[in-house]
């Protein structure tokens, strides 16, 4: 198919330059800077952005995309949540054999395995040079934080708000009237 000059291509109902925000905003979600990316005046690529992810046909692109990524990827909303609550509410006592001693990764639950974020083993010695003796492993085990993954499933749950939304009676745009007496006028 011949492209006639100064006529975009369409791609899956899309133009080039749509076609390309839509792969842009996939990789950050960030509608502002995918405008820019994808060649939009980067002086209105907030306005762009907002009015190109209103557009019906790059909705549509988007949600294909993203529902491809996601069987791709296998990873899913659920999955993340799952991951979060295990990391959240683990009970380090999972780490632990009845004795104190650390369990090694094969013992521990893989939920608590899971929550795991570094693990570092290192060697232990009694004296120095060739006369050293080993003495055993020192385990250091950095879990994820306990406060982040809280605070995500807040967030999730609507429990913290980042900001706040103003709206008028049923959800609708705010109205601000001024009257003669107004100061600001």
Not at 38 to 60: C, E, F, H, M, N
Not at 78 to 98: G, T, Y
Request: no cysteine; glycine share 8%; aromatic share 4%.
């Amino acid at each position: 198919m011949a492209i006639k000059k100064g006529i975009p291509s369409k791609i899956g109902g899309l133009n080039a330059k749509q076609s390309r925000f839509v792969d842009e905003y996939l990789i950050d979600l960030n509608a502002t800077q995918a405008a820019v990316r994808a060649g939009y005046s980067p002086r209105t690529a907030q306005q762009q952005g907002s009015r190109l992810l209103l557009d019906a046909v790059i909705k549509a692109n988007l949600s294909e995309k993203m529902a491809k990524r996601e069987a791709r990827t296998e990873i899913k909303q659920d999955r993340v949540l799952q991951e979060i609550a295990l990391s959240a509410f683990l009970d380090p006592a999972d780490l632990f054999a009845a004795d104190g001693t650390l369990l090694p990764l094969d013992r521990m639950p893989e939920s608590a395995r899971r929550a795991i974020a570094g693990l570092e083993v290192e060697e232990t010695f009694k004296g120095t040079g060739e006369s050293r003796e080993w003495t055993g492993y020192l385990k250091k085990i950095k879990l994820v934080s306990k406060e982040g993954t809280l605070t995500l499933a807040a967030r999730h749950l609507g429990m913290l708000r980042d900001k706040t939304e103003l709206t008028g009676p049923e959800g609708g745009p705010m109205v601000v009237r001024l009257t003669k007496d107004d100061e600001r006028l």
